[in-house]
């Protein structure tokens, strides 16, 4: 089994790529992955961004979040608790990446589920649901986010309606790849509703 320091390198690792990748700007998303055969998830520290966040600055938490190693005492990040929920709720998910891409924070304010204009989306993502709109960190937001699973128990993202996406996937390898996807699906959508209508 591979120990803890080799999830903290690879949680640094996704955040730093999906910073890179411009997933997220500023301090804002945060990815977690859980410990296989544990009831323990590691998860990005409040106020440092994703594109800078060093692997000992990670923290592990329990199921329940109390804080079981935080090498510098940082804060894990404010959403850490629907983070822990969507764990809770489905076995299946090993990691969480939550972040602000444009394009389908864009799409989010809709308030309808991500159309889905490629054979890749359609196939990978199946259905992207929007949920509501609450405040960050706040106990509204995360029971919005448990409602949202509840009600889609077998997606791989969520739109978060004025805020971004929650992107759910086997390990951080996938669950970024799905965060990607949702973007680039976006993207390829507006520029789709961009194109006047004419014959070629
Ligand atoms: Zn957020």
């Not at 997220?24 to 990005?44: A, F, K, M, Q």
């Not at 889609?152 to 309606?161: A, G």
């Amino acid at each position: 089994m591979k120990d803890i320091d080799f999830y903290r390198k690879e949680l640094s690792e996704f955040s730093k790529r999906a910073f890179n990748r411009g997933l997220v700007g500023g301090t804002g998303g945060n990815l977690s992955v859980r410990i296989p055969e544990t009831d323990t998830v590691l998860v990005t520290p409040t106020a440092i961004s994703l594109g800078d966040v060093q692997p000992e600055e990670n923290i592990l938490v329990n199921l329940h979040g109390e804080v079981l190693d935080s090498p510098l005492g940082l804060k894990g990040s404010k959403e850490t608790g629907f983070h822990l929920a969507a764990y809770q709720l489905r076995a299946d998910i090993g990691a969480i990446a939550h972040v602000h891409p444009p394009y389908s924070t864009a799409f989010s304010n809709k308030g309808k589920p991500l159309p889905l204009v490629t054979v890749s989306a359609r196939v990978n993502l199946k259905h992207v649901p929007c949920i509501e709109c609450f405040l960050p960190g706040s106990a509204e937001l995360r029971n919005c986010v448990i409602e949202g699973i509840r009600s889609n128990p077998e997606v791989p993202c969520i739109l978060m309606k004025e805020h971004g996406i929650l992107a759910m996937g086997r390990d951080l390898k996938h669950a970024f790849y799905i965060a990607d996807l949702t973007e680039d699906t976006a993207k390829i959508a507006y520029i789709e509703a961009t194109i006047p209508t004419v014959s070629y």
